[in-house]
């Protein structure tokens, strides 16, 4: 029978083979191939959503038999307590299954960009991610273990669906964001590139000296750093050429204005949610917990980013500079936590 | 005097100071997020060896950076810099809004994102939407139209449902109690241990007693924690008889009284445990589901239920936390031969071993003490209410927009006239291009 990791493969082929595309279709520039690249991918993003409910339904199987190891009764098929024991467990509750999650909320967030604006560059660097956090997936243990007793609540859907949607949309405002700032300079500097080149070195160095070890969270980290930096040398010489490739200036605001506005509004009722859930559940509706604050300071980022849109007329390069601050903020706020660059709090579900 | 005042006023309006605090916030909530908050100030210490480093830790409190004198100053300039905001620009935009300078005049022609001038046959009535305003002044037709004209009140809604949160959180945190109990099963208590990060935890006594009937753990066969349980009662503390109130609390249901609510968090095992508890059943294909209980010390013999037997008698004669790495086990004597049986792996008995009867090693029973988190939260309705009022701002800001048409019509001739169009948005003005265009579009071919 097909497990949901089948559906996986298939829908992680599916993007590999959209990547290419799309990365072949900017030197080739036709339309029909940007339709095929964007049906691929609309394909494993169905692939992907239909993995999801089979491993929802494959969890809510093994909770099913966890229930009835534990308190030795048999569950009528088809029951109330049957249907709500088996849909308790919704496929996003451990590391392997939140990577997995943001790469298909990633994929969303693009997909609805893709089909709006159609902008070049944002598809190949948004599908990269997907495809990495795909990668690490596998490499993540994927056995489904019962729930703790804590995340057994309906809250949890409400909060890690906002939680997706909105660190991916962060993250693609935080894109356009940076091919805005590459696009408004006629030149990059060679001090900026030594700048640049200097600070992804540091900061790769940074988090391996923070985590204490090489794993494949840093590598990949390390990694995205030093495709950012390829790219802007890149752009360093073949100015026209990539700086013709890339949407208008206009376009490219407008996208990371209209994404980090509704990372701001989800980030709201992420934070709200994780309020009422932990008030209900631990009597506590604040606790300073590492990941809560770090969704914290992503709401005060984004805040402080419209703010000065909007009544400092910061609208160009500097609140570019901010949305891409963002997308630092969010690894930190989202990744760093897991990784035990901070204090450990109740969000951190495992770090294998 | 006066003076000073208007300087200060003016320094919280200011959104620099906004600015300011924004990232005076985010580096606060970062620096806090690398020191366990939770810890004492003597863990804190084991990893200081520096004097001075220690000095500027204890001065600016790292060890409780969200309750520390700067956070506190840092909140407070944020209130004070959103109240002046709404003070000094609420009312404007409030007598704008509700009685907007509907005629269109140079300045708001020259003020406006959108303009065109036409020179037209006959107008399109309605210009704008059926709502408009339209009247006649010296010959010239005016038109006016807003649409969502409060929409701008939409970021003060939000602004005051954040000076809700924070008068809560104040009134939470300064009022509230947030600690732990720990009552053994059989027990009363009455002690809440109050946790204070970074200090000694203080003790707060309730004014009645809560007793812990019951524990009950069910853990999966890997002995972690499947479902837990208090049976609670709450007695006053003169008549210790009977109980106000009886209630089994489980992790995500809490039990609430005398505004105190009480959340089954935590459990411990105390001492050694008490007895070995396995289930015994009959082979043969009518009596594999019957399995009947036993409590047994380590060295103990008893008699199956149900037989007379002297062969059909059990001794558990030794307990492994870890059998040769397949977890804990029990080593058994029946019926003059020794066997183990596994936790992890309760078929493995009836799979295996050849005998009368099926055993299957279900854990050690404990003496547990349960860890009840106890809080109080006075305030906290003002801060869910703070919650719904956000939610409604933000749906207010972001999605309405208010926008403005103006248009004028001067007749030039007998029968073309002079449309002068006009449109003032503050937000999407790409959208609200796109729109105005529309309304230009119409008179293309006219």
């Known amino acids: ?352 | 005097m006066n003076r000073l005042y208007a300087l200060n006023f003016r320094l919280f309006v200011s959104l620099k100071l906004t600015i300011a605090i924004f990232i005076g916030l985010g580096i606060a909530l970062f620096s806090g997020m690398f020191w366990d908050q939770t810890a004492l100030l003597e863990d804190h210490f084991a990893n200081i060896t520096s004097p001075i480093i220690a000095k500027i830790f204890l001065l600016f409190e790292m060890y409780d950076v969200y309750h520390s004198w700067w956070f506190g100053v840092l909140i407070l300039l944020l209130a004070l810099n959103l109240i002046a905001c709404s003070i000094a620009r609420l009312p404007n935009i409030w007598i704008d809004a509700k009685r907007p300078l509907k005629k269109i005049n140079d300045s708001i022609f020259k003020k406006a994102s959108q303009k065109k001038v036409l020179n037209v046959k006959h107008l399109k009535i309605p210009l704008f939407s059926k709502n408009e305003e339209t009247w006649k002044e010296n010959g010239i037709q005016y038109f006016f139209y807003e649409q969502h004209p409060f929409a701008r009140c939409g970021v003060y809604i939000v602004h005051s449902a954040l000076l809700f949160i924070m008068f809560g959180s104040i009134i939470v945190t300064q009022l509230g109690i947030s600690g732990l109990m720990n009552i053994q099963e059989g027990k009363s208590s009455q002690n809440v241990l109050i946790n204070n990060a970074g200090k000694i935890n203080k003790l707060h006594q309730l004014n009645f007693l809560v007793h812990c009937n019951q524990f009950k753990l069910k853990t999966h066969t890997d002995e972690s924690p499947f479902e837990y349980e208090s049976d609670l009662s709450i007695y006053s503390l003169d008549d210790n008889k009977s109980s106000i109130i009886n209630k089994t609390i489980k992790v995500n249901e809490p039990l609430e009284y005398g505004g105190y609510t009480f959340y089954q968090s935590s459990y411990n095992t105390i001492g050694k445990p008490k007895s070995i508890n396995i289930s015994v059943a009959n082979r043969g294909k009518d009596n594999e589901d019957k399995f009947t209980n036993y409590h047994i010390q380590i060295g103990e013999t008893v008699q199956i239920k149900g037989t007379n037997d002297f062969a059909d008698k059990i001794k558990i004669l030794e307990y492994f936390e870890d059998y040769a790495n397949f977890g804990s086990a029990i080593r058994l004597e029946h019926d003059n031969s020794q066997f183990v049986v596994f936790k992890k792996y309760p078929e493995f008995d009836a799979e295996v071993r050849n005998g009368k009867f099926n055993i299957i090693f279900n854990g050690l029973d404990w003496n547990f003490s349960t860890g009840i988190s106890v809080t109080k939260s006075p305030g906290i309705s003002i801060v869910f209410t703070g919650f719904a009022i956000m939610f409604i701002g933000l749906y207010i800001t972001f999605g309405m927009n208010q926008r403005r048409y103006y248009a004028k019509a001067i007749p030039t001739s007998s029968e073309r006239f002079e449309l002068i169009l006009a449109g003032i948005c503050n937000r999407y003005p790409q959208a609200f291009k796109k729109e105005f265009e529309q309304i230009v579009n119409q008179y293309k071919f006219l």
């Open chain 1, 1 to 352: 029978m097909l497990t949901s990791i089948n559906f996986y493969s298939i829908c992680a082929a599916c993007y590999v083979f959209a990547l290419f595309i799309y990365v072949l279709n900017l030197g080739f520039n036709r339309e029909w191939v940007r339709r095929i690249a964007t049906t691929l991918s609309a394909f494993g993003f169905l692939t992907q959503t239909l993995g999801m409910a089979i491993r929802w339904f494959e969890s809510g199987l093994v909770e099913l038999n966890a229930y009835q190891l534990a308190t030795g009764t048999k569950i009528v098929n088809k029951s109330a307590l049957y249907w709500k024991i088996v849909t308790q467990h919704p496929p996003w509750s451990n590391l392997y299954e939140i990577i997995i999650y943001m790469s298909w909320g990633m994929v969303f967030v693009f997909l609805v960009c893709e089909i709006k604006w159609k902008p070049r560059f944002l598809n190949v660097f948004s599908l990269l991610l997907a495809v990495t956090a795909l990668g690490i997936s596998s490499l993540t243990d994927s056995t489904i273990k019962p729930l703790v007793p804590a995340l057994k609540s309906w809250w949890i859907m409400l909060h890690v669906v906002s939680a997706s949607v909105a660190y991916s949309a962060g993250t693609l405002g935080a894109m356009s964001s940076f091919l805005y700032v590459l696009k408004n300079k006629d030149r990059i500097p060679i001090s900026k590139i030594v700048l640049y080149t200097i600070l992804a070195i540091v900061g790769s160095f940074g988090i391996i000296l923070i985590n204490g070890t090489v794993t494949k969270w840093n590598l990949s980290l390390t990694g995205f750093l030093f495709a950012i930096l390829i790219f802007v040398i890149l752009t360093y010489f073949f100015p026209v050429k990539i700086r013709s490739l890339i949407p208008s200036l206009e376009q490219l605001d407008h996208i990371a204005y209209t994404n980090i506005l509704i990372s701001f509004i989800l980030m709201a009722i992420v934070l709200v949610t994780g309020a009422l859930w932990a008030h209900y559940a631990w009597g506590r509706y604040w606790g300073w917990d590492p990941k809560e604050t770090g969704a914290l300071v992503i709401w005060i980022t984004y805040a402080m980013y419209l703010h000065t849109r909007l009544t400092r007329n910061w609208v160009g390069t500097k609140s570019a500079i901010i949305g891409i601050l963002g997308f630092f903020i969010i690894i930190a706020g989202f990744l760093g936590v897991n990784l035990g660059w901070f204090a450990n709090g109740l969000h951190s579900y495992g770090n294998s």
